[in-house]
């Protein structure tokens, strides 16, 4: 039954509006003419305070009108041994933390992670209009059964009253990452109840839904051949016989 009114909910919602993309503005970008620093100047500032062993992406972005580097990088402390046959790069062992560090592209001086007002307007930026801010918390960690579950932290919660949802912005990276709302909420809860995996929502591989599947079918086999065998013809052609 849970798994034909979730197969309900998905088809008759539209994805966008579960993702809340109703509620959120148009996405603002950078002029092509913008005066950007090289990103060297902010690598060279960095080196100076953190042993940078690697680059992994240096991607421009825009927080507050402001262009900025969102650099990501290794440590030295998570270098490994190079891959035998590897003529250059380095490697790094498996897990090995990307650490991010923010730098205003136009001087390249580095930039502290978001605080409150800062991630406040980046909400209010991102909302559509009228955005009435109900509570802001700070979270540095959540539950497997949280909204914001694998996503990166710390990070900002705005909960707006008017429109009712919440808004996430990642503290470090300096960026919006997701809205929730109750549309949204539903979706999840039934979207657990059809994989059936209570904790991470996404293992469509587990010994539950496999178990449950095969029954599922032999329960709708079932019902077929208890038809026919039911069937008042069926046993008045077996008599007949």
Known sequence: MFWTVGGLYFS??????????????????????????????????????????????????????????????FTKARQSAPEQGSSHGTSHAAGAEVKVQLANAA???????????EAVQIARNTVVDPARIQKVEYLTEVGTHHEYREKPLPAWAVMFQEPNCTVYVSSELGTFQTIRHNQWRVFDFLWMLHTMDFQGRDNIGNVLLKAFSIFGLITVLSGFVLYFVSSPSFRTEKKRR
């Open 12 to 73: 008759w919602n539209d994805l966008d509006r579960v993702h809340g993309d109703h509620l959120r503005k148009e996405k603002r970008y950078l002029p092509a003419a913008i005066p950007l620093a090289s990103p060297q100047v902010a690598l060279q500032e960095l080196q100076t305070t953190t042993p940078v062993d690697s680059i992994s992406s240096i991607q421009l972005i825009e927080i507050l009108g402001v262009p900025t580097y969102q650099i990501r990088y």
């Open 107 to 117: 001087t390249g001086k580095l930039i502290s992670p978001l605080g409150k007002a």
